[in-house]
């Protein structure tokens, strides 16, 4: 099926590892955005990406990278990970930019830092 | 700047009651777009609407409706006669014309339906 996919659904890991975060879409949309949700906050974007190859940050960039290699692909990476990242994250995409274009969000990844 | 409140962090009503939920933005763009999103306990988000800031006229969907209000910055979100089916996380939205064409999110609010 067309969509948005992210895996893992669950990822536990411990301080200091490097975790990849994948996500895939089936639509060829040009913007990709990562947010992270937290009891509080709401969400915040972390990262976003309009086209291949061209990537920038969000509100809460710190820690984390990405890259996109391929315009399906928005993988997000966190380097040394810390407690405080410890969140759900939420691959999102959208067709075009345009105040009127909504977002498409993944399921998301519940991410546990021990 | 923008920012979204949601006052409102958890609500409960009993089946069939109606509910609205508040959504307060803030925002010095004239023009811009506001949607209310859905998150039910699977945790996935499930777009609901959007309405451009041009555009005050009320919406109805079924059991839904939602009130946009320029004048006071206000884009309330009603479910009428609620069922069971519900109960989720309901995040409003600003998005503004320029920037990185992503949305501002208000906290969300925590809707449970007892039946």
């Known amino acids: 099926d067309a969509g948005i996919t992210q895996s893992p659904r669950y990822k536990i890991t411990e301080t200091g590892r490097q975790v990849t975060l994948m996500c895939h879409q089936t639509?060829?949309?040009?913007?990709m955005f990562w947010y992270r949700q937290d009891l509080g906050h709401g969400l915040r974007l972390i990262y976003y990406?309009?086209?291949?190859?061209?990537?920038d940050k969000g509100e809460v960039p710190d820690g984390y990278v990405v890259s996109r290699s391929k315009t399906e692909n928005f993988p997000l990476t966190l380097e040394s990970a810390t407690r405080s990242q410890t969140s759900v994250y939420f691959c999102?995409?959208?067709?075009?930019?345009?105040?009127?274009?909504?977002?498409?969000f993944g399921n998301g990844t519940r991410l546990t830092v021990t | 700047a923008q920012k979204v409140t949601q006052a409102q962090t958890e609500i409960s009503v009993v089946e069939k009651e109606d509910v609205t939920l508040d959504c307060v933005y803030e925002t010095r763009d004239t023009t811009y777009y506001l949607f209310w999103y859905k998150q039910p306990p699977s945790g996935e988000l499930v777009f609901l609407i959007r309405?451009?800031?041009?555009?005050?006229q009320n919406e109805i969907s079924g059991r839904y409706s939602w009130n946009f209000q320029k004048s006071t910055s206000s884009f309330n979100f009603t479910i009428t006669a609620s069922q069971v089916v519900d109960s989720a996380v309901y995040f409003c939205?600003?998005?503004?014309?320029?920037?990185?064409?992503?949305?501002?999110f208000g906290t969300g609010t925590r809707l449970t339906v007892i039946p």
């Open positions: 939205a600003l998005k503004p014309p320029a920037g990185a064409n992503n949305l501002f």
């Open positions: 999102a995409s959208s067709e075009f930019q345009g105040m009127n274009s909504p977002l498409h």
């Open positions: 990406s309009a086209a291949a190859d061209i990537t």
């Open positions: 639509w060829s949309h040009s913007y």
């Open positions: 309405r451009n800031s041009f555009d005050e």
